[in-house]
């Protein structure tokens, strides 16, 4: 017997005033996958994950259905909402420079996320889970950089941040908005790793947003693509690569370089 998705969504639309970021899409991610939404900048890709945490601007305009774990999470009240962000549903976001507070100790930051939720906790518990969260995703000396700010950190660690800020109350969805973009690529397969073991150890959830095709695949189940604030086609990762039945993902493969690529040819352009 199959299990329920632990997110569904249905006809969701989005639109700011006149413009419609986001056209009647639909989705799900089971437990323990993840799910790549791939397309270009303007797509709608972060609109789609700022509204499955309701953190859009009371401007724009939802409709259609979220439904996370049987919980319909449109129809859930302010209250009710904030329970779930931080805690059964979690954001790494594209830029840790902006994301991070450049004024409060690393240490600080990641125990108001405990703090938030776990108000219950005594000081040695939080600084335990804080420890605990910086120990798993891999970042160097946890105890003597608690206090540190985070200029003091490389790109890669101030990623590894973000992420221990946001697994360290073991949420079931874990949202990744580009992270990975601003990394050379060895950081880059060090972050992919490091997403795929808490993914399995933890039987976490991913939703993987990106623009490159190339680093959805090494940590995908199944791909959506996106364009024009549509999904234009849903498939298992390696069945995409393989035989991509849309035009537009077609072209979204053709314009990357690979080994295989004629460089003598000019790349296919996507502004059709």
């Known amino acids: 017997m199959l299990s329920a998705p632990l997110l569904d969504v249905s006809d969701l639309s989005i639109a700011f005033g006149h413009h419609q970021a986001v056209k009647n899409i639909s989705f799900q991610i089971n437990p323990g996958e993840t799910l790549g939404l791939v397309g270009e900048s303007g797509s709608g890709k972060s609109a789609t994950s700022l509204a499955l945490l309701r953190l859009?601007?009371?401007?724009?305009?939802?409709?259609?259905?979220?439904?996370?774990?049987g919980e319909p999470l449109l129809s859930l009240s302010e209250e009710s909402m904030r329970r779930h962000r931080g805690r059964s549903l979690a954001m790494i976001f594209q830029e840790p420079m902006t994301a991070l507070n450049p004024v409060m100790p690393i240490g600080t930051q990641i125990a108001?996320?405990?703090?938030?939720?776990?108000?219950?906790?005594?000081?040695?518990a939080i600084k335990n889970k804080v420890l605990e969260a910086m120990h798993e995703v891999a970042l160097p000396d946890s105890e003597r950089r608690l206090r540190d700010y985070p200029h003091q950190f490389s790109?890669?660690?101030?990623?590894?941040?973000?992420i221990a800020m946001a697994i360290v109350n073991r949420?079931?969805?874990?949202?990744?908005d580009e992270p990975?973009?601003?990394?050379?690529?060895?950081?880059?397969?060090?972050?992919?790793?490091?997403?795929?073991n808490l993914r399995r150890n933890h039987n976490l959830s991913i939703l993987f947003?990106?623009?490159?095709?190339?680093?959805?695949?090494q940590i995908a189940d199944?791909?959506?693509?996106?364009?024009?604030?549509?999904i234009v086609e849903q498939a298992r990762t390696q069945d995409l690569f393989h035989s991509?039945?849309?035009?537009?993902?077609?072209?979204?493969?053709?314009?990357?370089?690979t080994m295989q690529t004629d460089r003598t040819r000019p790349l296919a352009s996507l502004a059709k």
């Not at 890669?156 to 973000?162: A, D, K, P, S, T």
């Not at 949420?171 to 990744?176: D, T, Y």
């Open 56 to 69: 859009l601007p009371p401007t724009a305009q939802i409709t259609g259905n979220i439904v996370f774990a």
């Open 244 to 257: 991509p039945q849309h035009p537009y993902t077609r072209r979204l493969l053709a314009s990357a370089p």
């Open 112 to 124: 108001e996320a405990v703090e938030a939720h776990h108000p219950e906790l005594s000081r040695k």
């Open 180 to 196: 990975t973009t601003a990394l050379d690529v060895t950081v880059q397969a060090q972050i992919l790793s490091l997403l795929n």
């Open 222 to 230: 199944r791909v959506a693509v996106m364009r024009h604030g549509e």
């Open 155 to 162: 790109g890669g660690q101030r990623q590894r941040i973000l």
């Open 171 to 176: 949420p079931r969805l874990l949202i990744a």
């Open 209 to 217: 947003i990106s623009h490159d095709l190339a680093v959805v695949s």
